[in-house]
């Protein structure tokens, strides 16, 4: 395994010619492609993420320490400070990057600063090993709490996954009801999932394993999220070709509302894993 330098801001972490992914750490540590067995999985748009003032689209973006977006105009944490950013700031912030020679894993790290502070007011450390197989990636977490007060966190990765179209799409391992985030109702998922190519928003409980099969591809895409990292979001914005599976810790407006909010007691730690696997099928 090593890390190549390949343009301006990009690096390459490599297995193999066939195995390898490209990361910026200036960009949020955003994983911008992944190789697995000389194929692209993940859909990005690269124009867009040149331009500075748009939203990244594509790649996995690193959602820290919100996952999506807080309700009302008010900071949380009184007057003095700045409101949260849809999905954090981790994904715009730079991180620092090393080869993990013990574990044999590229380690992403974020530590709070002055900027983090004014709209977060925590110390903490973020780091990520990250553990690239020919068949998958594999994510160790752990957020550590610096600060002499409760942490409050939420945790989520944001991958797009490229797909052949809509009309391809299987999914499975999933509930019978999920939440439909773009009206905040229970909805059956199988109905939601049908309306895949109009565009979808949804949010479930998940087993910890969650999976979809693309069949002109003739590949199966598996999401392992096992808790407190077990919610999972399906997301889709047509016409782009691209499917997001996300875990997440905790829903939006969690640190508002409470619902399965992650508390880190101070200078204690909180660890989690998750993996994205690929498989062949016939």
Request: some cysteine; proline content about 5%; charged content about 20%.
């Amino acid at each position: 395994m090593k890390i190549l330098k390949k343009e301006e801001s990009i690096y390459t972490y490599k297995k193999d010619d066939n195995n390898f992914i490209n990361f910026c750490p200036d960009r949020g540590g955003i994983i911008t492609n992944w190789i697995s067995n000389g194929k692209e999985i993940l859909y990005f748009d690269k124009l867009r993420f040149h331009d500075k003032s748009k939203s990244v689209r594509g790649g996995i973006p690193i959602l820290f320490p919100i996952c999506g977006s807080i309700d009302g105009n008010n900071s949380l944490f009184g007057k003095y400070f700045l409101n949260l950013m849809q999905h954090g700031f981790a994904r715009d912030l730079k991180w620092d990057f090393n080869l993990n020679k013990s574990k044999s894993s590229l380690c992403l790290s974020l530590s709070d600063n002055k900027f983090t502070r004014e709209c977060f007011p925590y110390f903490f450390d973020l780091k990520i090993d990250l553990f690239l197989e020919t068949q998958g990636l594999n994510f160790e977490v752990e957020i550590k709490n610096k600060s002499k007060l409760t942490m409050p966190v939420n945790f989520g990765l944001h991958p797009y996954f490229i797909i052949s179209d809509f009309q391809n799409i299987k999914f499975l391992d999933f509930p019978i009801n999920c939440q439909n985030q773009k009206n905040n109702t229970l909805n059956l998922t199988n109905n939601l999932l049908k309306n895949i190519s109009n565009g979808i928003d949804l949010l479930f409980y998940s087993n910890g394993i969650n999976s979809f099969i693309d069949l002109e591809f003739k590949r199966q895409i598996t999401l392992i999220n096992p808790a407190p990292i077990d919610l999972c979001v399906i997301w889709s914005d047509p016409p782009r070709k691209m499917l997001c599976m996300e875990p997440w810790t905790s829903p939006r407006n969690s640190l508002k509302n409470g619902i399965r909010l992650l508390e880190i007691s101070p200078n204690t730690s909180q660890k989690l894993s998750t993996s994205l696997l690929v498989n062949s099928i016939e």
